[in-house]
């Protein structure tokens, strides 16, 4: 990797910008890995979006597979 950091949120808008020093303003790929702490049973939505695409594992499991080159797709899924 060309970065290893911890974020508070997974919530960043790059534009046209590099996402941090050193690292490319396109042509580079981000992986976040971490918890959420569900506040009781039922179903939650993951809503993502991304410059080109974007995948999301939950428990293991991929709930989001959108992987396109494509301005923004804006996608989500619930799980249970």
Do not use: E, M
Not at 24 to 48: C, E, H, I, L, M
Not at 53 to 71: F, H, N, P
């Amino acid at each position: 990797p060309v970065l290893t950091r911890n974020d508070q949120a997974v919530n960043f808008a790059w534009g046209t910008a590099a996402p941090a020093g050193g690292v490319n303003a396109d042509g580079f790929a981000v992986r976040w890995s971490g918890q959420v702490k569900a506040v009781g049973g039922g179903s939650y939505t993951f809503r993502v979006s991304a410059g080109d695409g974007v995948r999301l594992w939950v428990d293991g499991k991929q709930v989001i597979d959108s992987w396109a080159a494509a301005a923004n797709p804006r996608v989500g899924s619930a799980v249970t």
